[in-house]
Nanobody, 122 residues
Framework: QVQLVESGGGLAQPGGSLRLSCAASGSIFAVNTMAWYRHIPGKQRELVAAVAGGGNTTYADSVKGRFTISRDNIKNTVTLQMNGLKPEDTAIYLC????????????????WGQGTQVTVSS
């Protein structure tokens, strides 16, 4: 059983900062891509930032220069540092990991956290 558990999020003022963390645990053999997505009700889920196993990063244009994604390959964690927050960043943020689990053999799969609310408002 593999789980992604998120922490962080909450309420911030415009221009403020928040930090999201996500830890993958369970019967994990290897973790490939880790990422953060966000979902605004009524809109499609959007990729915010991703980091590959080798460290290459990808960002949505809307967050470039403001958000930073990083990972710890020993702890299987991914962190999203969000600076310069804007009201349009308000959303549910979901942690994602593509990883290989081990149990009765090895299996590659996509896993999601439960989501954490980020609200940016004065």
């Amino acid at each position: 059983q593999v789980q992604l558990v998120e922490s962080g999020g909450g309420l911030a003022q415009p221009g403020g900062s928040l930090r999201l963390s996500c830890a993958a645990s369970g019967s994990i053999f290897a973790v490939n891509t880790m990422a953060w997505y966000r979902h605004i009700p009524g809109k499609q889920r959007e990729l915010v930032a991703a980091v590959a196993g080798g460290g290459n990063t990808t960002y949505a244009d809307s967050v470039k220069g403001r958000f930073t994604i990083s990972r710890d390959n020993i702890k299987n964690t991914v962190t999203l540092q969000m600076n310069g927050l804007k009201p349009e960043d308000t959303a549910i943020y979901l942690c994602y990991a593509r990883l290989i689990s081990r149990g009765f053999g090895y299996r590659s799969g996509d896993y999601w956290g439960q989501g954490t609310q980020v609200t940016v408002s004065s």
